[in-house]
């Protein structure tokens, strides 16, 4: 693929349930990252997957929060028991190396909740 | 652990004039910066980087940032903005200790015709 994928880009939920949200990176990106994009708060730091290392988990807000990253290669972000204020855009970005590179951006995923 | 600061929430300037959009950072190491562009309703895009050397960084659509350590400052500058660069800016740190980085909250320029 050309670019880094999001899925879905849109997400309509209840308060209380779970959501997934799905991140592609670009093919040979050993780096991963997860940030959270309210208004008046800019870009969150979530989480950050660097080949088979342990994950830098330390931006999660709470423990409703998890992500995974399997075969080195596709994301996924749970959001446990939702709440109001997760609603956000959850932006995935890739890097090729861990060290000064640029990140490529996915279009993120827009949730919403109810 | 690293932080990043833009102190204007947003910057109104006239097309033609200069502009520039503020930063200011905090590391215990050695600090990589970045600027990244978000136009309305496209994601993310890469602008420029400082790692080292050339204290002047000069990035896409005519962009550059000066990095200043004795005042911890990567400011963002053009020297004759256009409508077409109104959009929301992010600088962004990563510390030479660590692998992540972080974002401040952005700078939303304006670019008056």
């Known amino acids: 693929g050309a670019g880094v994928s999001q899925s879905p880009s849109n997400k309509v939920t209840e308060k209380g349930k779970d959501v997934e949200l799905r991140c592609d990176p670009i093919?040979?990106?050993?780096?991963l990252y997860w940030y959270r994009q309210s208004l008046g708060q800019g870009l969150e730091f979530l989480i950050y997957?660097?080949?088979?290392?342990?994950?830098?988990k330390s931006g999660l807000p709470s423990d409703r929060f998890s992500a995974e990253r399997t075969g080195g290669s596709v994301s996924t972000l749970t959001i446990q028991r939702t709440q109001q204020e997760d609603s956000a855009v959850y932006l995935c970005?890739?890097?090729?190396?861990?060290?000064?590179?640029?990140?490529?951006f996915g279009s993120g995923t827009q949730l919403s909740v109810l | 652990a690293q932080s990043v600061a833009q102190p204007e929430d947003q910057v109104n300037v006239a097309e033609g004039n200069p502009l520039t959009v503020k930063c200011t950072y905090s590391?215990?190491?050695?600090?990589?910066l970045f600027w990244y562009v978000q136009y309305p309703n496209r994601g993310l895009q890469f602008l420029l980087k400082?790692?080292?050397?050339?204290?002047l960084v000069k990035g896409s659509y005519g962009f550059e940032a000066e990095f200043n350590k004795s005042q911890t400052s990567f400011h963002l500058k053009k020297p004759s903005a256009l409508v077409s660069d109104s959009a929301l800016y992010f600088c962004?740190?990563?510390?030479?200790?660590?692998?992540?980085?972080?974002f401040g909250k952005g700078t939303r320029l304006h670019i008056l015709p």
């Open positions: 970005a890739s890097s090729p190396l861990a060290q000064s590179e640029k990140l490529f």
């Open positions: 093919s040979g990106h050993t780096a």
């Open positions: 997957f660097q080949g088979n290392s342990a994950p830098d």
């Open positions: 590391v215990s190491g050695n600090p990589y």
């Open positions: 400082y790692i080292t050397g050339d204290n």
């Open positions: 962004a740190v990563r510390d030479s200790g660590d692998d992540k980085i972080i």
